[in-house]
């Protein structure tokens, strides 16, 4: 509390402020009365009341001449926080996500020409699961990663890779492309594919394709 007192008497000169004084009555019991020394005409003095209860501060000032001032008092309560605790949860489903774009086109194959012919695409991965995987492979039953036009298979097979990375060979066989240990949202996970043409290669008019299946797992149940 602060306590705020000033000497204003008519007598000259004004004798100037001793104490102030105050005294807490705590649930109907009176205290001592308790000096905080001060010196002026006016002045200021602090005082802590940190008891819980039902307090009436009972205050006053005296000046150097002996003059106390009329009581005053301010009332207040001290009460003890009450604390009560709750928890505060969610949940998360188990989510294997995986989303590519449906086509990735490697542009128009040059006969006569040796030359590797790349595409980049993104699958973009979210697994909740503690530890996830993302591979690749050729589900056909025939031409095993080649891409075909009708009847024709091309003399190599597609070769994939994480973009920056070495390539591998596609075909019957999963290839893993990037394992995970924690948890992801939607992280993006760049490939490039790559199909050889060699000058010799004969190539057939039209539109050659090939469909690859990308799977996303988990050990995790």
Do not use: C
Not at 42 to 61: L, P
């Amino acid at each position: 509390m602060k306590f705020s007192a000033a000497d204003t008497g008519d007598a000259n000169p004004v004798s100037g402020l001793a104490n102030i004084e105050y005294r807490t009555v705590t649930n109907g019991v009176a205290g001592e009365w308790t000096k905080l020394a001060v010196d002026g005409t006016t002045a200021n003095a602090t005082a802590q009341i940190s008891a819980e209860g039902n307090h009436v501060i009972e205050y006053r000032a005296v000046d150097k001449a002996g003059n106390t001032s009329a009581v005053k008092t301010i009332a207040f309560s001290i009460i003890h926080p009450v604390e009560a605790e709750t928890n505060v949860v969610a949940t998360v489903p188990t989510i294997l996500g995986l989303t590519l774009a449906p086509t990735t086109s490697l542009g128009a194959f040059t006969p006569g020409t040796t030359k590797d012919y790349t595409a980049t695409t993104t699958a973009r991965v979210t697994a909740t699961t503690g530890d996830a995987a993302l591979s690749l492979a050729d589900r056909a039953t025939s031409n095993q990663g080649r891409m075909v036009n009708g009847s024709t298979a091309l003399p190599r097979p597609l070769e994939i890779g994480i973009t920056g990375g070495p390539f591998t060979p596609i075909g019957a066989a999963s290839v893993l492309l990037k394992s995970w240990t924690a948890p992801m949202s939607i992280e993006p996970v760049p490939l490039t594919i790559k199909q050889s043409i060699v000058d010799t290669d004969p190539l057939r008019a039209g539109t050659y394709g090939k469909t690859l299946t990308f799977t996303l797992s988990t050990t995790t149940p």
